[in-house]
T-cell receptor
Framework: ETGVTQSPTHLIKTRGQQVTLRCSSQ?????VSWYQQALGQGPQFIFQ???????GRGNFPPRFSGLQFPNYSSELNVNALELDDSALYLC???????????FGAGTRLSVL | GESVGLHLPTLSVQEGDNSIINCAYS??????FIWYKQESGKGPQFIID?????DKRQGQRVTVLLNKTVKHLSLQIAATQPGDSAVYFC????????????FGTGTRLTVIP
């Protein structure tokens, strides 16, 4: 176990709705990264938070947003859900950016 | 039938044999590489990493080789066990400072008992 926990484990939403996914980082880790993993593909980087500030973003539209809290836990928010947003969303934490990222088990989001 | 996107490269090995999983990375500026193992229903699990100033690094039963000339990475697993069956991803950090990892497509390793 990596000590990175994500909730919920599964979620079903309909197109146009909004969703919030949560991640608790491993104890002592101040950096959280979010990834989207479509079925049969490798994870794609969404963004990273370091000490409560966004520290890099991948090729995702602004309707993907995030937060990091003082305890370094994090949220991923997705507005105006589209069918293609159906995927496994992974959170990874690391001790300072530039170090090994440890992943949670992910949240499986299905958009109908 | 199969869905688009499920055509992962596959490797089948007999239990006890050595496995070699290959990966071609995309960016010559990448300075850090990681191998992850992902079992069904789980998140990627760290296996081993290597920085670009090294050619080889060994862990427990695993070795990573880096050839920067041809932008190639390999993961060698010694004495492969049924528990090694999973999808293996190589990931590169393109050194933008944000530590965003770029993952390859993955290779599905199946160990035959």
């Amino acid at each position: 176990e990596t000590g990175v926990t994500q909730s919920p484990t599964h979620l079903i939403k309909t197109r146009g709705q909004q969703v919030t996914l949560r991640c608790s980082s491993q104890s002592g880790h101040n950096t959280v990264s979010w990834y989207q993993q479509a079925l049969g593909q490798g994870p794609q980087f969404i963004f990273q938070y370091y000490r409560e500030e966004e520290n890099g973003r991948g090729n995702f539209p602004p309707r993907f947003s995030g937060l990091q809290f003082p305890n370094y836990s994090s949220e991923l928010n997705v507005n105006a859900l589209e069918l293609d947003d159906s995927a496994l969303y992974l959170c990874a934490s690391s001790l300072e950016h530039g170090n090994i990222q440890y992943f949670g088990a992910g949240t499986r989001l299905s958009v109908l | 039938g199969e869905s688009v996107g499920l055509h992962l490269p596959t490797l089948s090995v007999q239990e006890g044999d050595n496995s070699i999983i290959n990966c071609a990375y995309s960016n010559s500026a990448s300075d850090y590489f990681i191998w992850y193992k992902q079992e069904s229903g789980k998140g990627p699990q760290f296996i081993i990493d290597i920085r670009s100033n090294m050619d080889k690094r060994q862990g427990q039963r695993v070795t990573v080789l880096l050839n920067k000339t041809v932008k190639h990475l390999s993961l060698q697993i010694a004495a492969t066990q049924p528990g090694d069956s999973a999808v293996y991803f190589c990931a590169e950090n393109i050194g933008t400072g944000a530590n965003n990892l770029f993952f390859g497509t993955g290779t599905r390793l199946t160990v035959i008992p």
